[in-house]
Nanobody, 117 residues
Framework: QVQLVESGGGLVQPGGSLRLSCAAS????????INWSRQLSGKERELVAT????????KYADFVKGRFTISRDNAKNTAYLQMNNLKVEDSARYYC??????????WGQGTQVTVSR
């Protein structure tokens, strides 16, 4: 069965770093784009970063450019989001999404990131 499991969230001080992981199973991971999105309670989910299926192309939301790096290891069926210089406003639940068009769209349960002094 299809599964995406995010991990690596937690509590960190402003300026700190975290690396989120997204472990995939049950589908051909290397055929899918991977997106990281985030959502604050009561707010709409927003796209943070995208990486192409082979990892050659990445895109970032303006609010994380220069601070976050998305990557993937297709041999391990895992994607990552390295988050540096975290800000209080980065606090949210972060979700991994695997997309290949149409109904081929899978989501994990998310991992909570809290940036606070």
């Amino acid at each position: 069965q299809v599964q995406l499991v995010e991990s690596g969230g937690g509590l960190v001080q402003p300026g700190g770093s975290l690396r989120l992981s997204c472990a995939a199973s049950g589908f051909t991971f290397s055929n899918y784009f991977i997106n990281w999105s985030r959502q604050l309670s009561g707010k709409e989910r927003e796209l943070v970063a995208t990486i192409s299926s082979a990892g050659h192309t990445t895109k970032y939301a303006d609010f994380v450019k220069g601070r976050f790096t998305i990557s993937r290891d297709n041999a391990k069926n895992t994607a990552y989001l390295q988050m540096n210089n975290l800000k209080v406003e980065d606090s949210a639940r972060y979700y991994c999404n695997a997309a290949a068009g149409g109904s081929y769209d899978y989501w994990g349960q998310g991992t909570q990131v809290t940036v606070s002094r």
